[in-house]
């Protein structure tokens, strides 16, 4: 089975400038996604950024990228200029594209609290 | 109207009630999903519907039933529940097949509190 792990349980960030948040992932296949989400406070979890492993160029949405080095299986999320709508919970998660259907379930990381300092 | 609605919000229960959450979809999703969201914790997946099927049941105790009368709408029902039961409960919705490129769409959530 899959596991996704964030080695950061809470980070913070003074407003305008970068922060980078850490995910790890344990998979054997060779096709997959990568997603990040973000959950602000008592507010719906919503999609932020998604990375196809079979594509060698990092994602990028705004403010919003990615590293992603598959072959130590890491991928950070990098959000540049922060602002204090930033703050949140950031979930990694990691899916299959198997064409087994429980296989192609999302699978979570434990989650980063990102808080922003004006 | 928000794509996907959970209600209600918050729910305080005892451990010999039965009551039951509620989650509906205007998306246009075939695909719904119950997770258990607890402190410090990855989510966890509960159930999956597709086409009102359900296509997993990640070993959930049975005091947890989930219900999908059709695409839209997705209820978990209550009864005789723990107090480590307690967490936010979270519907998502996504289309099925080839449409779905693995984003699922997500309530806010149904706060949970067994007494």
């Known amino acids: 089975a899959q596991t996704v792990t964030q080695s950061q349980p809470e980070m913070s960030v003074q407003e305008a400038e970068t922060v980078t948040l850490s995910c790890t992932y344990d998979?054997?296949?060779?096709?997959?996604?990568l997603f990040w989400y973000k959950q602000p406070p008592s507010r719906q979890m919503i999609l932020v950024i998604r990375q196809e492993a079979y594509k060698q160029q990092n994602a990028t949405e705004n403010r919003f990228s990615v590293n992603f080095q598959k072959a130590a299986k890491s991928f950070s999320l990098k959000i540049s200029d922060s602002q204090l709508g930033d703050a949140a919970m950031y979930f990694c998660a990691y899916r299959s594209d198997s064409s087994s259907g429980s296989a192609r379930q999302l699978t979570f990381g434990s989650g980063t609290q990102l808080t922003v300092l004006p | 109207e928000t794509g996907v609605t959970q209600t209600p919000r918050h729910l305080v229960m005892g451990m010999t009630n039965k009551k039951s959450l509620k989650c509906e979809q205007h998306?246009?999703?075939?695909?719904m999903y119950w997770y258990k969201q607890s402190a410090k914790k990855p989510l966890e997946l509960m159930f999956v519907y597709n086409f009102k099927e359900q296509t997993e049941n990640n070993s959930v105790p049975s005091r947890f039933s989930p219900e999908c009368p059709n695409s839209s709408h997705l209820f978990l029902h209550l009864h005789t529940l723990q107090p480590e039961d307690s967490a936010l409960y979270l519907c998502?919705?996504?289309?099925?097949?080839?449409?779905?490129?693995?984003?699922?769409?997500f309530g806010e959530g149904s706060r949970l509190t067994v007494l």
């Open positions: 998502a919705s996504s289309p099925s097949g080839g449409l779905n490129t693995g984003e699922l769409f």
């Open positions: 998306l246009g999703h075939n695909a």
């Open positions: 998979s054997s296949e060779s096709d997959y996604y």
